[in-house]
């Protein structure tokens, strides 16, 4: 285990109007209708834990402790989530010509999607202030996240269009995207762990296929909270959102120039992790998109699918559709020369392709190879 734990939170604070809260107190949103964020003494961070400890702490992403806002350790809900791999991606990227390429493949955490870094941390966050039971509106990865860690955690949970009534008549706690503070501290781990797995020298993009946009506020949280206590520098990714075109407002609202992004009709995408037609985060992505010099890009669900297949082909990753949206968006910013041969790009692949068997396309030609003669006939056109 990690060494005696302490915690560092010192409170929470508005996104939009800086109202302070108190963090021993459950909340889901700020007064002024906008996301709060967890805040922490820093300074006193930055004096108990060096860079140099990390390598001997647990590969999960409880070894940040420090930076995470469980105080008591056995309030700890975990599956032994975190510190995905970094995977070099060669061959896709000899492809379109780039000499650093990666993919955080976190496909491999716990239930098969990064959901499963916020709903730890906000499970494990929920147990500790005496929340009983949880509930979440989710396209499937987000349920499948907190059902596993409610069981888990012992705690009681649901999902669907009930929510609303259910919070009213028995008190079920809203863990939605944003809705709570803690998702993000958990989304925050990724930004934690690329940093370390960079060995503190930031890629030069992010990819990163966006709905609520936890992962993007989170990471963006994460390397302003690493430049505090002195472990990176001010230079910062680029950060790009990537978004289907039926269904992309933040991307929309990043091109027209715009401070939030209102309600995308007719929202639809096989990519259901990013189908979120307004988020409540809006205004934070947006401007973190600005700010990092990034940019906005739509892909298609045949680019989308396009790009699975040849993810799988080139580099043996069953990629789900988000992740695979990622890679087809470095195509695009390749193409139009934004991104540059030298440059080092990560894209993520946020969840696995086995939970995706409806976009498998449905023509299998091994499959109706039946009789001898069959697969006589199979082997025969191929020599
Ligand atoms: C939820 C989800 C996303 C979008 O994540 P946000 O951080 O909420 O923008 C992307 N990919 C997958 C697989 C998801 O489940
Ligand atoms: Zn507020």
Redesign the pocket.
Same mark, same amino acid.
């Given at each position: 285990m990690n060494k005696e734990h302490r915690c560092y939170v010192t409170h929470l604070e508005c996104s939009r109007c800086l109202a302070q809260w108190d963090h021993r107190q459950l909340h889901n949103l700020c007064i002024c209708g906008k996301p709060l964020l967890v805040r922490y003494d820093l300074a006193a961070i930055a004096g108990s834990v060096k860079k140099e400890d990390l390598p001997y702490r647990d590969r999960s992403i409880w070894r940040y402790q420090e930076f995470l806002p469980v105080e008591r350790p056995e309030n700890i809900v975990t599956l032994g989530e975190g510190y995905t791999p970094i995977l070099p991606a060669v061959a896709l990227g000899s492809r379109l010509g780039m000499r650093s390429l990666f993919i955080k493949d976190?496909g491999q955490l716990p239930t098969g *999607?990064? /959901?499963a870094r916020?709903l730890a941390m906000a499970v494990s966050k929920a147990k500790e202030l005496g929340v009983r039971r949880t509930a979440i509106p989710s +396209?499937?990865? +987000?349920a499948g996240a907190l059902a596993a860690y409610g069981a888990r955690g012992g705690l009681i949970n649901d999902c669907g269009r009930i929510v609303g009534e259910g919070k009213k008549r028995v008190g079920w706690f809203d863990v939605s995207?944003l809705k709570e503070p803690y998702r993000i501290e958990g /989304?925050k781990t990724m930004g934690l762990e690329l940093a370390e797995q960079f060995d503190w020298n930031l890629p030069d993009w992010i990819i990163?296929?966006?709905?609520?946009?936890?992962?993007?506020?989170?990471m963006w949280k994460a390397f302003e909270e690493l430049e505090a206590i002195g472990w990176i520098g001010s230079r910062r990714p680029r950060m790009v959102a990537v978004q289907a075109a039926g269904c992309a407002p933040i991307v929309k609202a990043f091109h027209e120039g715009a401070t939030e992004a209102p309600l995308f009709p007719n929202a639809h995408t096989l +990519?259901?992790?990013?189908r979120?037609p307004i +988020?409540i985060g809006d205004f934070i992505?947006l401007d973190i998109l600005r700010r990092s010099g990034g940019a906005g890009i739509t892909v298609t669900d045949e680019e989308i699918v396009e790009a699975m297949s040849l993810i799988a082909r080139q580099e043996g990753l069953v990629a *789900?559709?988000?992740?695979a949206a990622t890679l087809a968006a470095v195509e695009k910013l390749r193409a139009s020369g934004r991104i540059g041969g030298e440059d080092r790009v990560l894209c993520?692949n946020?969840?696995a392709g086995q /939970?995706y068997p409806e976009t498998i396309p449905g023509d299998y030609p091994l499959l109706s190879l039946k009789s001898p003669e069959d697969l006589e006939r199979f082997f025969a056109q191929l020599v």
């Open positions: 976190e *999607s990064f /959901k916020g +396209a499937g990865n +987000a995207t /989304k990163y296929p966006t709905g609520g946009g936890t992962g993007l506020i989170g +990519a259901s992790g990013m979120v +988020a992505m *789900s559709p988000e992740g993520f946020t969840g /939970k």
